[in-house]
């Protein structure tokens, strides 16, 4: 009977002559296939390692939502948002039903949380392929045994990376793309294998439904202590948000993906998707040791193929080597990813213009314009291969995966800023005493001081300075840090570089948030205090 049901559910998708439905499979009948199917391999101590092929990040440019008139109105239509029309989607719809025949097919039914009172929407994943199934077994939280009979998705994601586009007959940008009809709830993914696109369309689809109900969706991080008092730290991927959060003397609650209802915060997933290269024992301790876990899923990374042993250094396939891997992986945990409002909220800017201090306090109007700008730095390679660094801005820190208007999200985090009071930082996890090229990265032990400094109270009772280009107030003193590292002005050769630079990332950050000036809080924006 449950086959038969199985078999009735996938032939609504068009999926109706698949080879074998691999529904619900667990870790290690999971690794079992994928090994099996020369999908990946077992690492030293556990992991599976699994390779992306050509896409190894985000394809923002192939990231479409259908245009229809249920939810058209309420998209912010862009150059992010791109539209989809309805007929090209059923007849892709169509043509990928028809790839998944003669195909064996991995399914896997989890749920995302939706509130801080335990709310879940049940959501089913579709893949080609076994290791995928595991990311989203990784990532998402598990029905019980016995709620599986009766389960009936909100969303279903069908993901094939063999499946490619035909741009001129499908109304893509390239072969690869993401396709979310929110009225139909489906999203169609092909093309590529990078499995974070699986969880950032859901991201996106989850950044839709929650705001519409009151409840910010926000890009973070956030652990908290023994008394439950929580810290968000928020910020795009590869600005540290993970790393920082994950700390051996406090509880972490949830990786990248939160809400924020009126009655606190909570995780979205229950699981992990760092970013690994350069990750040494050292600095991230609980964070190395999944990666010599069992069920840990890394993708890109290198390993030696005769010892099995990982090379977290290596960037030879792709500098955006990742692990997934679920939150009990980490030693200290929490349970329940919920908690009360936070205490603390850290805007982390990865500044390659090395002008930012390494720790400051913000006003909340302050904090609007930070958020707001979501400021951080790519690096990237010239034609010759020479790494260089590109500011870039990404509204609300989350900009590619917010159908919304930036301004919607903004709101939001002002309002719960005014109505529950957290503590707003400004951290700066990018170079000082210079631009990148000249300057040095902030070391990850100098953040995790001011970190802990700001959580233990350290911070309260010291005088500020007040920092003359973004009017930041800076401590004058922090426990861990050596005091010539706390204005950034004194680790650059002369001021007059220094003014220049700060003065140069002004600029950018007024012509970025000029686009917005007319659909935004323009009160908040202008009780910002100014620059000079």
Not at 3 to 13: A, D
Not at 178 to 195: E, N, P, Q
Not at 392 to 413: E, K, T
Request: charged share 20%.
């Amino acid at each position: 009977m449950k086959i038969l049901q199985h078999h009735s559910q996938l032939n609504l998708l068009g999926i109706n002559r698949p080879n074998r439905i691999y529904w619900q499979m667990n870790t290690p009948q999971l690794y079992e296939e994928a090994v099996q199917r020369h999908e990946g391999y077992v690492a030293h101590l556990g992991p599976l390692v699994v390779r992306t092929g050509d896409q190894s990040t985000l394809a923002h440019s192939d990231r479409f939502i259908v245009a229809e008139p249920a939810t058209q109105g309420n998209i912010s239509w862009g150059e992010i948002n791109r539209s989809f029309q309805p007929e090209r989607f059923d007849k892709l719809l169509l043509r990928m039903g028809a790839y998944f025949n003669g195909l064996d097919v991995f399914v896997q039914d989890a749920y995302v949380r939706t509130s801080s009172e335990g709310d879940l929407m049940p959501l089913r994943v579709i893949t080609e392929t076994a290791w995928h199934n595991l990311f989203v077994r990784n990532t998402y939280l598990h029905p019980e045994p016995d709620e599986l009979d009766d389960f009936v998705p909100e969303f279903t994601v069908m993901h094939a990376p063999g499946f490619r586009a035909n741009p001129e007959r499908d109304g893509t940008n390239s072969d690869v793309f993401v396709v979310i009809h929110l009225s139909r709830k489906l999203i169609l993914i092909g093309g590529t294998s990078f499995a974070g696109e699986i969880q950032k369309a859901i991201f996106s689809v989850i950044n839709y439904l929650l705001p519409r109900q009151d409840i910010l969706t926000i890009e973070a991080s956030s652990n908290i202590n023994d008394k439950g008092e929580a810290a968000l730290f928020v910020g795009v991927d590869g600005s540290g948000k993970t790393c920082l959060a994950t700390d051996n003397t406090r509880l972490f609650l949830g990786d990248t993906e939160h809400g924020w209802d009126h009655n606190g915060i909570f995780s979205i997933s229950r699981g992990c998707y760092a970013n690994v290269l350069g990750l040494s024992m050292d600095e991230a301790t609980d964070v190395w040791q999944t990666t010599r876990r069992f069920g840990t899923l890394l993708e890109n990374v290198v390993v030696d193929v005769e010892t099995r042993r990982l090379d977290l250094d290596n960037d030879s396939f792709t500098e955006n080597t990742r692990a997934s891997y679920p939150i009990s992986h980490l030693l200290r945990s929490s349970r329940t990813g919920i908690a009360e409002h936070p205490h603390h909220i850290f805007l982390l800017a990865k500044d390659g213009d090395g002008v930012l201090p390494v720790i400051s306090k913000l006003t909340p109007e302050q904090a609007y314009f930070f958020f707001l700008s979501g400021y951080t730095t790519e690096i990237t390679s010239d034609y010759y291969g020479k790494p260089i660094a590109r500011r870039r801005f990404s509204a609300c820190y989350g900009a590619p995966f917010m159908p919304l208007h930036p301004g919607h999200y903004a709101q939001m985090f002002a309002e719960r800023v005014n109505l529950y009071r957290p503590k707003v930082w400004l951290l700066n996890t990018g170079w000082m005493g210079g631009a990148f090229g000249t300057g040095g990265r902030v070391p990850v032990e100098v953040s995790r001081a001011a970190v802990r400094a700001v959580l233990g109270g350290k911070l309260d009772n010291v005088d500020y300075m007040t920092e003359s280009t973004f009017g930041l107030q800076i401590p004058s003193y922090c426990p861990g840090i050596p005091e010539n590292m706390l204005n950034p002005v004194a680790k650059w050769s002369d001021k007059a570089s220094y003014d220049k630079a700060a003065q140069a990332l002004k600029v950018a950050f007024d012509e970025h948030l000029a686009q917005y000036q007319d659909e935004v809080n323009s009160e908040l924006l202008t009780a910002q205090p100014r620059f000079s």
